[in-house]
């Protein structure tokens, strides 16, 4: 599948932020509407590549998970996630993050070579989020806001080179409050050294991994933390693009 460009309609900036979509990839709609949306407030083009080749790691509707902080999942609920990912497990092998970062860095540089963008951003949501970490430790990018990011080794926050933004949920499986609070540790230590980029972690109370990317609106705190991390993220963007 290809990449999905939201052009800016009003010729605006040369700024080009990039949307890495969860797990689920560009079949979840909303992957389209936030890139819309940052479209829309920046007033520039906004891409959301494809990070795994057409063949998203999990299928829209094929996981139940928490929508709120508190959810406790029972042993059986467990177990049903357990065979509910077993069939993806080949897809994680060919989506592991060298493979996924070599996309992303072949997409930015023919992005920044025939489009000529003065400067590039990322957001990630998820399993983009945890990419976007990673990309912070390029050259290619100027700035990345991290959602609720997947599981990742918190020695890639030292390698962070780039002002970094991230929204947090109240209760994350992936990113759980002690590896939030070490994240932040990391990164207020190498900006006392004079070794980091400006930095923001923001929480939000309520709210469960994934509400930045598909929240469920009917859960007033879920949905104000959707929204202000939406803004978030625009605000990043706009101070450093």
Not at 155 to 179: G, H, M, Q, R, Y
């Amino acid at each position: 599948m290809a990449p999905i460009l939201h052009p800016d309609q009003k010729g605006g900036h040369k700024i080009e932020p990039l949307c890495f979509s969860d797990a689920f990839g560009l079949p979840l709609k909303n992957s389209k509407i936030l890139a819309d949306n940052l479209s829309h407030r920046l007033l520039c083009d906004v891409w959301v590549p494809d990070l795994f080749d057409g063949k998203p790691l999990i299928k829209v509707g094929q996981l139940k998970l928490p929508d709120r902080a508190g959810v406790k999942r029972s042993t059986f609920d467990w177990i049903k996630f357990v065979f509910a990912v077993l069939p993806s497990l080949p897809g994680f092998i060919k989506n592991r993050p060298k493979v996924v970062d070599a996309r992303i860095n072949l997409f930015i540089t023919k992005l920044k070579s025939e489009k000529s963008y003065a400067k590039v951003g990322a957001v990630g949501y998820c399993f983009g989020g945890t990419a976007a970490v990673r990309l912070g430790s390029t050259d290619l990018i100027d700035c990345i806001v991290i959602c609720h990011p997947g599981r990742f080794n918190l020695t890639l926050v030292n390698s962070i080179k780039v002002p970094s933004s991230w929204a947090c949920a109240e209760d994350d499986e992936s990113f759980s409050t002690n590896s939030r609070k070490e994240a932040e540790a990391i990164l207020s230590t190498m900006k006392k050294n004079g070794n980091a980029s400006e930095y923001e972690f923001i929480d939000y109370k309520g709210t469960a991994h994934g509400f930045a990317a598909r929240p469920n609106l009917a859960i007033p705190e879920v949905k104000q933390g959707y929204e202000k991390s939406f803004e978030q993220t625009v605000a990043w963007f706009q101070k450093f693009l």
